[in-house]
């Protein structure tokens, strides 16, 4: 599977984007992820949607500002960011895995597969 993000820009404080993360091949049944790197800093955990779509989890730092979704028919995830903050710029990385692990779903090396990122600047 390969992945590959877009939607990144530049935007100002309080304003919105929506990332979108296509797979090549289908992905219904893989756990699919978000997770940023901001320069300077590790790589972490935004927000994940299980195989079915209807469970969600998110970082303490983006709950009630982002929304993550996906279409698998359309083999594609969505990150609809809102409300964004300076302190959300950073590359976005779209993953995914059909055999992680439920409890594993927060942690980066457990995906397998992962776009090449798409960087998303807030700034006024």
């Known amino acids: 599977v390969q992945l590959q993000a877009s939607g990144g820009g530049f935007v100002q404080p309080g304003g919105s984007l929506r990332l979108s993360c296509a797979a090549s091949?289908?992905?219904?049944?893989?756990?699919m992820a978000w997770f940023r790197q901001a320069p300077g800093k590790e790589r972490e955990f935004v927000a994940v949607i299980k195989r079915s779509g209807f469970t969600t989890d998110y970082a303490d730092s983006v709950k009630g500002r982002f929304t993550i979704s996906r279409d698998n028919a359309k083999n594609t995830m969505y990150l609809q960011m809102n409300s964004l903050k300076p302190e959300d710029t950073a590359v976005y990385y779209c993953?995914?895995?059909?055999?992680?692990?439920?409890?594993?779903?927060?942690?980066?090396?457990?995906?397998?597969?992962w776009g090449q990122g798409t960087k998303v600047t807030v700034s006024s």
């Open positions: 091949g289908r992905v219904s049944n893989y756990y």
């Open positions: 993953a995914a895995d059909n055999t992680i692990i439920h409890s594993s779903r927060f942690q980066a090396e457990h995906y397998d597969y």
